[in-house]
Structure formats: C-alpha cells, structure tokens
C-alpha cells in the first residue's frame, strides 16, 4: 500500500492532485481511500488530504506515515516533512518552497519548478496536475498511458472535460521531471 | 325559529372545555366548513401544546399531537408529501406565538400551502393562566401578578398584523367567536383560508380570539364584554391579507 | 467495485434510491454535504426538499413525513444532534418510522470540527426525554454506511422505531469506491396518514403508558435478540480481544491483522450495532482470554461501559476491561499497537 500526502494553499489544487492519484488507482482496479483535512484547516488557508492505494484492504484512511509528500507551499513542508516514512520521496514547488534538506537526511528529495513549467504552456492553473505526473512517475506504479486515461475519465465524469488537452501536457511534463 | 346546526361528523366526540372557553366553537366552525368544501374526510390535523392539545380528544381524523410550538414545522413535513391532502394546524397563543414563533412564522415567510388556527386567550390556559405574548398590557396572569409590564416584557404580538405586511402570504385574519355576528364573520374567515389551501394560493391564518373565563376570573358573559372592549383594542378584527385569486 | 464517491455524498444518493422522500433539515459541518446534494436530488425524483429554519424545525418536518409513512430523514452533527432530541423521542412516542444520520463531531457545547465518536451514549440511550432505545447502526466505510442505510430504513419500518446511522465527521469527508444501491419504488405505508383517517389512532388522554411500556420492552427484547450486528477477527483464540466500531474499529483492525503477524494472540469484535450491543458477538471468544480492549475517539470512554456490561454478563471470571480513548480523529493503527503492548506489560490498568 501507498499513502501520499498532497499539501499546499487552498487553491493550489492538492485535493484535485489527490483525486486525481485515486482515480488512476481505482480504475486500474485497486483500492483507495481519499481523505481531506479537517478541522479548522478547511476554513481558507492551508489545504491537505491523503490519498492510500493498493491491491489489499486499507484500514485506516487517516494521515499516518507517507510514503510521498508533495509540499506546494514552505508551511505544509515544515508541517508534514517529519511525518514522511524513511526512504520517502518529498516532492518540492521549488518556486515557493525554501527548505533545508538536512531536517531530513532519510528522504529524496525532488524540486520542480512547477508554477513555471506551468506558465510555460499557457496553463497557469496546471501546476497540481505537473505535480501528480511528478508523483505518479516517482512511484512508478502506473504506467504514463494509465495516468493519464485515468486523469482524463475523472474531469470528464466531473464535467470538465473541456481542458483536457492542457491537462493531458500538463501531466506529461511532470512525468518527463523524474 | 333557530335551526340546530348538524355536528360535523369528525368533531362529534364530546370535549372537555372549561365553561364559555371559545376553542369548542373554533373547533367546531373549523370542521364545519370542512365538511361544507367535502374535505372533512382528506385532512389531517397538527395539533399544539396547551388547551388545544384537547381538540386531540374530540377529532375523528388524522391528526399528530406537535410538540410545543412545532405545528407549523410539522405541517409543513405533512403537507410536502401530502399535497392533494388538506393540512391544518390548530393552536393556542403561547404555543404559535412564544415557544413557536419560529415555526409558524417560517411557514407563513415560506408561504408554506397549510392553514393555521391559532386561538388566542392571551394567556397560557392549560398551565393555569401565565403571561403570554398576546397578554394585554396591565394584564393580570400568574406570571404577572402586578399586571403586565410591557417596557421589561413586550407588547402584545400581532400576527397576522405582521405576515401580511412583511411576507407573501394567502390569507390572514382575526376573528372572534363571542357573538353570533362575530361568530359567522370568523366562518367567513376560516373558510376564505381553507379554501386559499385548497385551491394552492398558500400560507393562510386566522387568528380566534376566545375568552377564558377561568384564567381571566370573569363569567362567560364577563370574557365577552371583556373581547369586545378590552382584547379587540390591541387585536382589531378583520381580514388583513384578503385573497387574491377569487 | 463501485467508483470513488464522498461519504455524504454517497450516503444522499443511497437514500434516495432507498426510497426516502422527505429530507429536512439544517446546515452544520461535517454533515452539510448530505443536505446539499438533496437539495438538487431530491426534486428530481419528485420528493421532498425543506431547507429548514433551525434543527428543530427540520426534525419536526421529519415528523410530518414520517406521520403521512413517506421515508424521511435527516442529518447534522454535534450540537444540531442535540437540538433534534425532543423530535427523536417524539417520533418513537409516536412509533413513526424514520432515519437520523448524526455524523459526529467531536466536542461539548459548540464542539469542533474534528471526526469523533463522542456521541455513543446519547445515541444508544436515546438523548431526549423518557425512556427509549432508538436502533443505532455504525458504519466504518463509504459502502457499509450505504448498505446500513438501507437496513435502518428496513429496521425503523420492521420495528417502527427511529433508526440512527451513527457515522463519523471523517467518513462523511472521505472518498472511496462504492457500490451504490439499485432505486426501490418508494411507497406510503397504510400507517400513514392519508386524510381519510384510515389508520385509527388512541386518543392522546385515553392512552395507558403501562400498556405501552410493557410493549416497548417487549418490542425492544426483539431488537434485542434478532438484530444484534457485528463484525469478528480471531476471537476464538484470543488472549486479547479489542472492541472498537466504525473507522476507529477499522484501523483496529488493522491493528490487529498487525499485531497477529508479529505473534500477537490478538482479534476484534467490531460493532456494527451499538443498540442493540452485539452481546452475541462475546459467546464465541476464548473462554481464558485475558481481556478486553475497547478502541474509540472520544475523552471519556463510553462504549467501554457496554463492553464491561457484556463481560459481566459473558464471563464469570471477572475478566479485565481496558479503555483507549483517543479523544477524536481516527487512532494510527502503530498507535493501538504501542498501547496494546502497555496493556499487556501491565503500564494501562484496566478501567472495569
């Protein structure tokens, strides 16, 4: 099993991240729970959730010990960089987020660019969808054809099929980081 | 010569009303012109907390005993599931208009389709005579021994004074069942409101005011003159939202 | 396997394929997603939709299609639970049928926002005046929340009584994949009213509250005996069986899937109805088992009250109880662990 947790601004696209990984794992018939936080942190601010897959039953769905952490913002990484199980991957907005790699010696980590890898293709609401290809090929559980059939069925059943070109480039560069 | 009037078949059981109490005449014009519009056998009942709670004792009809003020929610709940059905509540002044007010004036603002009675004595009846919201000034009750005083209380609610200026109700109305005229004219009113339900229109209300000699410590006749000089100087008489669609 | 769906969402669209046609109610976080989606649902199947003025007034409207024998049910949480009470034991004085989803938060007075399990003694003893036992079901995932609404539509009609899906702020928010229920037609029971007093009714001063009583615990021993409900792992051989119910019991169960592996004589009952209390479940556990944990997020402890009561009932031996009581959210499945190690050293003392 694998647990991701996708943190950052509300309105930085982390539950839509989150989703996304779900869908994938769902459609390519494995479990998966998808849970946000909670609290007071659903009033603006801060937003997280945490997304388990896999081929077995998921007990507890809540936040435990990461495998990957996609930190969008500098508080959601000094917030959730301790939780990370050792040997997990940390995955950076490296165009927002300063860090110390030292707080952690037992992880990987990565720095994209995102917001401008974003702005380079005319699709500045993108940056969470180049971090989920990020994510997606970091665990390497899916194929690229996989992640992205499985994005574009989830936007389609939400009605929002209409940016699935932009979205499907988007996808593709943060596959091609890693 | 007087004609005896047939007992609607649904209020035929015997009530347990003080002597000159108005609420057995209410209940009795009430189905009276249900049977007259041939819906005495497709109505059901939301009945309040205090004297009208004994209307549950004398209805032969679908009815539910509210909680205390509830009426106007659960008639609504009756009458969304129910819409061919005629829905009526029928309570006293405390329970519409202090522990209720909630309800009954939420229904009248959504314009709920249902028809509301509610009686007033202006005083709590059942508990033995305490200040109400309908209590006049300078009222005696057991609540307000020296008489009411509206500057630390409130001055008497008027309802259908305040639906029918703020909200877009059907129908609203004051009568009063102490004399024969008056009586009539308070038919008059209950069925203009029944008659807005039936046909759709919306919230209707009627107010009754009816005397309670035993908390007011007067004689029947006592509690008539004391309608007619006192009560009807802070509750007028009269439609005050009349029906559009005639 | 159905598709990723949010707990409340799921849980609005199985009532309406269960046939439920009233819904009212009031706005309250964790639960507001139920009413939400009602809002536009519920019209398109021609039912019932009242954004209601407070929680009292959203019960009562629940008494009113519940009176007519339409499904009708509500949702809230916390303190909107609270208000709803003189409706709940007014619906079960009245032998109405309906269905109250309470998805709990945690916390006194205003409470929190936080997932919880801190409502288990007001829902299994009823919250309001008097002396009832509404059926409370506990679901500890999206499907099982869907599949026990359907059976506390069933229940609350079999028995005429107010059924309880005591779900949690957490399952309410979460997504996972569920198989949602084919439509049933929706139908008026004959004990509804329909205007033409069909279904005759005592008179509310001719009523005789010892007859009554007699037939409530009468009804209520038959509860009792036939919907007894729970889910069991490894009990047979256990030296510690814990008891712990909706997603707490979950990651229980995690916990203890765990805990076997590393050699641990361990196993769960799960309840899945906290009234009626699987009693039955305790028959089948290990006559020397040691003792019994029980798992829940709330401060105080509430179900370990139920757990000690059936032990005394079960066992002659005076077996220990333990509490852990993890105040709210969802316990870590290391964490049961960890503690579960304490008890078994001795470091937790038993609380019955």
Known sequence: ?178 | MAKARKIPEIAKKPSSFCPGCGHGIAIRLITECLEEMGQDTNVMFGIGVGCSSLLGGVLETDRLHCLHGRAGAVCTGMKRVSPNQMVVSYQGDGDAYSIGIGETTSAAYRNENISVFVVNNTNYGMTGGQMSNTTLPGQKTTTSVLGRDCAITGSPIKFPELVSDQFNVAYAARGAVTTPAEINKTKKYIKEALTAQLNGEGYSVVEILSACPTNWGMTPLQSVEHIHTKVVEHFPLGEYKTREAK | MGEMIKGNHAIAEAAVRFGARLYAGYPITPSTEIMEYISWRMPEVGGAFVQAESEIAGINMVIGGAACGVRSFTASSGPGISLKQEGITQLYDEELAAVIINVVRYGNGIGTLYSAQCDYLRETRGGGNGDYRPIVLCPSSIQEAVDLLGVAFDLSEKYRTVAVLMTEGALGQMMEPCDLPEFIEPKRYPWGFDGKYSYKKVGIFERDSMKEAVAMNEKNAVIKENEQRWADVDVEDADYVFVSFGLPGRSTEGAVEELRKAGHKVGIIRPITAWPFPEKAFEKVNPNVKGFISVEANATGQMVEDVALTVKKKFSDNKPVYSLAYVYGIPEMEKIQKDYEKIAAGEIKEVF
């Open chain 1, 1 to 178: 099993m694998k647990e991701i947790v996708f943190a950052g601004f509300g309105g930085q696209g982390v539950l839509t991240s989150g989703l996304i990984v779900s869908e994938i794992a769902v459609s390519n018939g494995m479990n998966a729970t998808w849970i946000p936080s909670y609290g007071s942190a659903m009033r603006g601010g801060t937003a997280n959730c945490t997304v388990k897959f896999g081929n077995g039953r998921i007990f507890n769905p809540a936040q435990e010990k990461p495998d990957v952490l996609l930190a969008m913002n500098t508080p959601s990484f000094n917030k959730f960089i301790d939780t990370v199980a050792p040997n997990g991957t940390v995955i950076v907005n490296s165009d927002m987020v300063e860090y110390d790699p030292k707080v952690r010696e037992d992880v990987k980590y990565v720095d994209v660019p995102c917001q401008t890898l974003a702005k380079e293709i005319n699709h500045s609401k993108g940056a969470n969808i180049i971090m989920t290809g990020v994510i997606l090929k970091s665990i390497g559980e899916f194929t690229d054809q996989q992640a992205i059939d499985g994005m574009n069925a989830m936007f389609d059943k939400k009605g929002k099929g209409k940016f699935k070109e932009m979205n499907t480039k988007a996808l593709k560069i943060g596959l091609t980081q890693i």
